[in-house]
């Protein structure tokens, strides 16, 4: 049976995989989907394990084929591409690649370095472009958590998935006798933690009565998903998420909405905790035995600790840096970092790498508080908005957990795509609202559109 599932899901994903070229959202959700549908397919097919790298590129030459089709349909944006955004992510790579040259850990910084180029082209070079305006990223939101969902019940039922520490995860290496080689459950978690906070941020009105249905699955599913990967801050941050943005993804004028709001969040907070009583017993309740709590909170500590010390204790790198990767150099272990994206910055990039990444935060941080302002009459945008602002915040708190610049550009595409769809849509309505000049027209909603033409 478990064979016959494995056959369906490379049949589907060869037909997906057509489909979504001539469907950038689709193509979104597959790269969305990278890491996970890997791993899943891996464990169906163990022959796969070697091809890893191929797959990864064969959902990258669909991204890029997708954006090529785009440019043909003449949908393809590229100016908002160039918001500040994106200028100052690119000088935070631009530094990364020259903190090469004066690196003490040069070995292991090139090897890291060089592993994560075709992932930040991906990311960071094609991922954007797939998207150019709000109704877009809805649909590449929703079918994210649609095909997530499918994807989750595929390695439930896994045949090569197993419990291990803790852990629900797939032995990649049973078939090669390498016990260790399994499935990363960072990735797992992140997809987890992405299908819940959406799915519980995003208004599926338009959908009817299926509507329950996705919000309903993608938030179980997605917590269930991050549960058993047993990545436990994934979880904590997606629940503080989900209850931050969620006030803000539905609106309230009158007491009957606030009613209706405060009925949709018991029901969330219901759904939550129905699906930690489920999925968090037996083996999943092991991650959160309070010694490993503790063990897993100090750990985390004491690198933080240990990369302050180390810039202290080096003033000469305070303004550019001691060099990429340099963490690994000071701790002596080949491949190591501080796992907090804080410290890394200051670490490997010193004031200069941080002052850029406190303006991209900022950014990003205004362009989200515009969205809010600009959509919030609108109940189906303001939830997409509520969601992509969502999904921007749970990859900071994440990377302040396991954060890398070098090791992949998260959070930082998530944020460039916020910045590219905001600057989209105030392009959009620049366009009409000088067609409906030209035309002796006043086109309809350019009150709300103030804050954003403002700040444009």
């Known amino acids: 049976m478990s064979q016959g599932i494995g056959v369906f899901i490379v049949f589907g994903l060869i037909i997906l995989s057509v489909w979504s070229i001539a469907r950038p959202t689709w193509a979104f959700a597959l790269v969305n989907l990278m890491f996970p549908l890997k791993q899943v397919l891996q464990g169906y097919f163990p022959s796969l394990v070697v091809y890893g790298p191929h797959l990864s590129a064969a959902i990258a030459a669909i991204a890029a084929m997708a954006v090529f089709y785009k440019s043909t ?5 590229v100016a908002s591409y160039f918001n500040p955004v994106t200028w100052t992510t690119l000088a935070i790579y631009a530094i990364m690649t020259f903190a090469l040259l004066y690196t003490p850990a040069r070995e292991s910084a090139l090897h890291m370095y060089t592993d994560a180029i075709p992932y930040i082209v991906v990311f960071l070079f094609i991922y954007p472009f797939l998207l150019s305006s709000l109704d ?3 649909q590449g939101i929703f079918l994210t958590v649609m095909l997530g969902c499918v994807l989750t019940l595929a390695f439930f039922f896994n045949p090569s998935a197993q419990w291990q520490g803790g852990r629900f995860i797939i032995n990649l290496g049973q078939t090669y006798g390498v016990s260790e080689f399994t499935s990363n459950p960072l990735a797992l978690a992140d997809t987890g933690g992405f299908m819940m906070i959406t799915a519980a941020l995003m208004n599926f009105k338009d959908k009817g009565k299926l509507g329950i249905v996705f919000t309903v699955a993608g938030l179980v599913l997605g917590l269930g998903l991050a549960i058993v990967s047993g990545s ?4 904590i941050f997606a629940v503080i998420v989900t209850t931050i943005m969620y006030p803000f993804a539905r609106q309230i004028k009158d007491s009957k909405q606030f009613f209706v709001v405060a009925a949709g969040a018991g029901f969330m907070l219901l759904l939550v905790a129905l699906t930690f009583s489920f999925f968090l017993e037996g083996e999943a309740a092991r991650r959160w035995d309070v010694t490993l709590v503790q063990e897993g909170t100090t750990d985390r500590s004491q690198r933080f600790m240990e990369a302050m ?9 305070w303004i550019m840096g001691n060099g990429t990767n340099s963490f690994a150099y000071f701790t002596s272990h080949l491949f190591d970092y501080p796992h907090n994206i804080v410290a890394e910055m200051m670490l490997d990039y010193g004031i200069a790498g941080l002052s850029l990444f406190i303006i991209c935060v900022w950014f ?3 362009y989200s508080k515009i969205m809010l302002k600009v959509w919030g009459n609108d109940p189906v945008a303001r939830g997409t908005v509520a969601a992509w602002v969502g999904i921007c915040l749970f990859a900071l708190f994440v990377a302040f957990k396991q954060g890398s610049v070098i090791g992949q550009p998260t959070p930082f595409y998530f944020w460039i795509i ?20 030209l035309a002796g027209e006043s086109p309809w909603g350019s009150e709300a559109y103030e804050p954003a033409l403002e700040n444009a």
């Open 73 to 77: 349909r003449k949908k393809l944006t």
């Open 136 to 138: 877009e990223l809805r």
């Open 232 to 235: 436990r801050g994934q979880i």
């Open 309 to 317: 010390g180390f810039v202290a204790s080096n003033p000469g790198g």
């Open 364 to 366: 990003t941080f205004k």
């Open 418 to 437: 916020l910045a590219k769809i905001y600057l989209d849509e105030v392009r959009a309505h620049q366009t009409r609202e000088y067609e409906a000049q």
